[in-house]
Structures are given as C-alpha cells and as structure tokens.
C-alpha cells in the first residue's frame, strides 16, 4: 500500500508540473526591447558665395573643406587652395575669384568668423557657411 501511495503522489507531482510547464510556456511575457541604430540622421548645411546660395548634405564630423569639395563635384561651385601639412587647406581662390591686392576669402560660420580653418572646420546640421571677400588683415 506504501508503493501505491508513492506512485500515485509521483504520478500527481508529474502532471501538476507538466501542467504548470504547460502554462508557464502559454502565458504571454512583456518584454521591453530597445533598439539602437547607428544609422545617422542626414544633416544639412548652406554655403553663400557672394549671391549664389548652395545646400548640401553633410557627414557626421565633414569639415568645411570636406563639403567644398563634395560641393565642387556636384555643383557650380569652384575653389583652388594649397595644403599645408599640419596646417591645412590654404583657399586660394573660390568661383574664379582669386585673392589679389590684399582681398582674402574670410571664412564666417553662422555670421562669425571662424577661429579655426576650413580643414578644421566641423559642420553640425543646419550651419551656414560664408565665404567673405574682404580686405585682410
């Protein structure tokens, strides 16, 4: 009689485990995912020369001479210059207009001048980027 309460009990912890098993498996989990993307957002940026007005698409950390010459591929717009090492892209002339008789090419970013060079430059989305014919220093 003692093996016949034995078996029905194990008989019982079986199917109560199974059961809950069965159960434990239908019931609907809440999970919280969270995706990140390393997509990046496109930004954009203007460039004023004189009367022309270009906007282009930027890269995360494009400088602005980065942009002159994706710019000079796609568009009207022209520029020469002469890198220094260590220093950077010197603009030499932009649109045909070289600098001569103490006119320079003056770099402004969002209305200021820039502390920096055009190589060093980084754009953020929405600058605005102006190339100022003006006396030199």
Known sequence: MKKY?????????????????YTHLESPV????????DV???S??????????YSLDIAPNETVIDAMRSLASTSDFSYTGKD???????VDSINGRKNAGGMYWILYLNGTTTSSG??????????IVEWKYEKGF
């Open 30 to 37: 809440q999970q919280t995912i969270q995706i990140f993307s």
């Open 40 to 42: 990046a957002t496109t």
């Open 44 to 53: 954009h940026a203007t460039f004023k020369v004189g009367d022309k007005t």
């Open 118 to 127: 055009a190589s060093a430059t980084v754009l953020n989305d929405s600058d």
């Open 84 to 90: 220094y090492p260590g220093l950077g892209v010197f």
């Open 5 to 21: 309460f034995i078996l029905i009990g194990a008989v019982v912890a079986v199917v109560i485990t199974t059961a809950f098993a």
